[in-house]
Structure formats: structure tokens, C-alpha cells
């Protein structure tokens, strides 16, 4: 069984590699990080990855419209954000899940998990 990859997005240098190395550390193979929303859909075209983490509000930008198209290609988004509250994500993505930062290692590769087992 291949290893899931998973993109992270995260405009944050800190917290991006430490999204990164919980996700690396927990078995999953990473894609990013991206700190544009640019960046991240230019991976997204070349290679499709099994579930995104990503910032709500990048470097160049609200990351809604990148949520939307990794959603269309049955790509699972888990939100991740410290200005948008768990409600404002969820009125608009229903079916995502939405973590609000800081958050503990454990509790995103629980997320991850919990969202990668519903495939």
C-alpha cells in the first residue's frame, strides 16, 4: 500500500515545518509546504494527493477557491486556521474538517486519519 501524501499549505515558516514534521513523523509522505496559494495549486495540477492541510489565509490570499477545486477532484480538505473560527469553515464546507490553531500534533493526525478512513 502506497504511503499517503498529503500537501500542506501554511504561510507560517514555523508552523509549517512543524505541520510538516508531525505529518512526516506520523508515516504520511508530504507535499509542501506551500505558502501560496499558487504554489499549492501548481503541485495539486502536477501530482493529486490524498488529503490538503490548509491555512485558510495564505500569503497571497483566502485559500477557498484552491478548498474548491481539491474538493471537486475528491481531494479531503482539513482547514487550519487561527483568524477563521471552526463555524465560519463549516457554513461554507460542510463536509471539511476545520482545526483551529495552535493544535496539538496528536489532534491533527487524529484529523488526518479520521478524514483519510471516510475513502
Known sequence: ???????????????????????????????????DISSAML?????KPDLAILDVQL????VFPLAEQLMAEDVPVIFHSGQYG?????????????LSKPCPPANIIDSVQQVLARD
Do not use: W
Open 43 to 47: 503541485s495539486f495540477q502536477k501530482h
Open 86 to 98: 471552526i463555524e465560519d469553515v463549516g457554513d461554507r464546507f460542510p463536509t471539511a474538517c476545520a
Open 1 to 35: 500500500m502506497k504511503q499517503p501524501i498529503i500537501l500542506v499549505a501554511e504561510d507560517e515558516s514555523l508552523i509549517a515545518l512543524d505541520l510538516c514534521d508531525t505529518v512526516e513523523t506520523a508515516g504520511y509522505a508530504v507535499d509542501g509546504p506551500f505558502e
Open 59 to 62: 500569503s497571497d490570499g483566502n
